[in-house]
């Protein structure tokens, strides 16, 4: 009698074997496809370090991978800092330098005493962004800023003018989860609400920090205040919170203080 050539086992030896060549393949192009995948994410990354800086338009049509990087590499300077003491840690490449790596790593990091925007580990040592002109004077100081949204971890620059008090503007890229709730959370994209934080001042005259993301108009009105996102609540607080503890004593306090006493010079 002819053996059964549809047995259980001959299927499942073929199931087990397609399955198998399956994942070679797969496992193969996620190794093949890693390099253009990091190198794509730090290009995003240094186009929305260029958008905070007013050096290009993101949703211009005609921008180009070269622009993007030509653009970043004369004029933007990338350096590591070392939050407790605010100096430049010489050595390290600030582009290059993985900040998300270092923070999950608690050899690397710390748990916050008051982690109000809900970051779970601050790293000993962050990047700044030295923004110069043609001249290679100062221009901007970029400061990169997360924190917990409504529904996810919202990435950010907050870009400065040389007095580190002065916002130039404040950028989202990137939302970690989830991502909020388009229409919502999402508006913290939205070009009129971003262009609401040009000029406005991190702190007052005695040197405490003031920024206020408010439903008051009067507040919103002022030089410390930008209107809260209408039907927001949440996300609004998250960049509140994300500011608060970034511009506070264990973000960049130390590195400000340094700079705005002749440290950049």
Known sequence: MAKNKDSFGRTLFIVVGLCLVCSIFVSTAAVLLRPTQQENKLLDKQKYILEAANLVDTKAANVTKADILATYNKYVEARVVNLKTGEFVEGVDGNTFDQEKAARDPKTSSKPEHD???????????????VRD??????????????YGLWSTMFAFLALEPDLNTIQGLVYYDFTGSGETPGLGGEVQNPKWKALWHG?????????????VTKNPAVAASVHGVDA?????????????????????????????????????
């Open 116 to 130: 109000i925007a809900s970051i779970k580990r601050v790293p000993d040592q962050a990047v700044v962004y030295l």
């Open 134 to 147: 043609d001249a290679g004077a100062l221009k901007t100081v970029i400061l990169p800023v997360k924190g």
């Open 200 to 212: 406005k001042k991190l702190f007052d005259e005695q040197g405490k920090l003031a920024i206020s």
């Open 229 to 265: 996102l209408s039907g927001a609540t949440l996300t609004s607080n998250g960049v509140q919170h994300s500011l608060t503890f970034w511009l506070g004593k264990e973000g960049f306090a130390s590195f400000i203080e340094k700079a705005r006493n002749g440290g950049l010079s």
